[in-house]
Each structure stands twice: as structure tokens, then as C-alpha cells.
Antibody, heavy 121, light 107 residues
Framework: EVQLLESGGDLVQPGGSLRLSCVAS????????MSWVRQAPGKGLEWVST??????YYADSVRGRFIISRDNSKNTLYLQMDSLRAEDTAVYYC????????????????WGQGTQVTVSS | DIQMTQSPSTLSASVGDRVTITCRAS??????LAWFQQKPGKGPKVLIY???NLQGAVPSRFSGSGSGTDFTLTISGLQPDDFATYYC?????????FGQGTKVELK
């Protein structure tokens, strides 16, 4: 059974930093593209970042402040978040799947339960 | 960026009803569209991928159609477990974008 478990969310002051983790199990982690998607309180879903073995993508709203990475030996996806702003307050979800390869595009087929990030003084 | 416009934002329905949610892309996304269901405090669950393909173990009362820019999600025979919020998402290109969501509530 595919499972994604996020952690690392916390209350942090504006300008602060946080690192989120997502531990994957139930499949071969290294062979899948991974993403972060967030949801602000009472709002819809917003894509944040995606990592494959050949490319990394960021939303304009986080580019230059957030860094996505992965450790395939630990089956873990990370999101390093720096220079945090109030508008980064959200539940952050990791998801499996994505990207287009040889004309075929893949969707995020499994999602975690999310971890709460609150940016406030 | 590709804009996804989803409607309605709220839908009031009864158990057994047939409900339809629409999603329009600002440019063609071929069939690279997914539909998700989300319940409070939970992560999204994929229902449909590639516009009309049912994700494994999803009940057959859910169906999707469309291509290019116009898409629909239909629930044929609404069940109590289906009261939730639904989102469309294009994965044709980055940045991925989502519709604003449709909350299906009990009439």
C-alpha cells in the first residue's frame, strides 16, 4: 500500500525557515516524480514544486525561497522553506507522480495527509 | 499559466441525485485533466485521470468526460459518502493549476 507521511510543519515567525519531510513507503520511491502542493486555510489547492530525476519546477510564488530535494536512499522528499511569509501559511501535501515524458503526462495519484505550516508573529 | 475555471462553487443535492461539475481550461490541455475529491482534514483523493479514466477502486458512479478545454465530472446517484469538495487539475504543463473547487452539500 502506497503511503506518504509528511512532517515538519510548525509555527514560525515571518522571515523564518522550516524544512518539511515526506516519507514514502509501499513503492519504489526513486522511480517516481514527487511534488508539494499546499492549501491555505479555507482555500483551494496550489501547486508548489515538483522534482524528477532530470528537472525541478517551482511556482513563481516560492521560487528563490523554497528548495525541493529528495534522498532516494531514505525514501524521503524534502521542502526547505526560507524567508517565510504570512501568505505561506497552509497545509502542505506531498504527492506522487507528475511530469510529461515522451508525450505522456502523469497525474499526482497518491497524496499524504498534510502538515500544517503557520507563519505568524 | 493555464487558468482552470470550475463551476459551480457550491452544489446542493440529495442522495440519489445526478450531479455534474464543469471545468474549463484557458487553453487546450488535450486530455491531461484529473478530478479529485477532498474531505475536511484529509488529503485529496484522485477520482479520474486523463479526463475520463477511473482511478482504481473508485466507484463507477463517478465518470469524467471532455477534451481540449471543456470537461465534466458526473456523479450518477449521489451517495452519503460523496458529500465533499471536488477539484479539477490540469497536468499538461507546469505550473500545475487547479479549479477553485466545488463543494457538494446536502440539500
Amino acid at each position: 500500500e502506497v503511503q506518504l507521511l509528511e512532517s515538519g510543519g510548525d509555527l514560525v515567525q515571518p522571515g523564518g525557515s522550516l524544512r518539511l519531510s515526506c516519507v514514502a513507503s509501499g513503492y519504489i520511491f526513486s522511480t517516481h516524480v514527487m511534488s508539494w502542493v499546499r492549501q491555505a486555510p479555507g482555500k483551494g489547492l496550489e501547486w508548489v514544486s515538483t522534482i524528477s530525476d532530470v528537472a525541478i519546477y517551482y511556482a513563481d510564488s516560492v521560487r528563490g525561497r523554497f528548495i525541493i530535494s529528495r534522498d532516494n536512499s531514505k525514501n524521503t522528499l524534502y521542502l526547505q522553506m526560507d524567508s517565510l511569509r504570512a501568505e505561506d501559511t497552509a497545509v502542505y501535501y506531498c504527492s506522487r507522480g507528475g511530469g510529461c515524458f515522451s508525450g505522456v503526462c502523469f497525474w499526482p495519484d497518491y497524496w499524504g495527509q498534510g502538515t500544517q505550516v503557520t507563519v505568524s508573529s | 499559466d493555464i487558468q482552470m475555471t470550475q463551476s459551480p462553487s457550491t452544489l446542493s443535492a440529495s442522495v440519489g441525485d445526478r450531479v455534474t461539475i464543469t471545468c474549463r481550461a484557458s487553453q487546450s490541455i488535450s486530455s491531461w485533466l484529473a478530478w479529485f475529491q477532498q474531505k475536511p482534514g484529509k488529503g485529496p483523493k484522485v477520482l479520474i485521470y486523463k479526463a475520463s479514466n477511473l482511478q482504481g477502486a473508485v466507484p463507477s458512479r463517478f465518470s469524467g468526460s471532455g477534451s481540449g478545454t471543456d470537461f465534466t465530472l458526473t456523479i450518477s446517484g449521489l451517495q452519503p459518502d460523496d458529500f465533499a469538495t471536488y477539484y479539477c487539475q490540469q497536468y499538461n504543463s507546469f505550473p500545475w493549476t487547479f479549479g477553485q473547487g466545488t463543494k457538494v452539500e446536502l440539500k
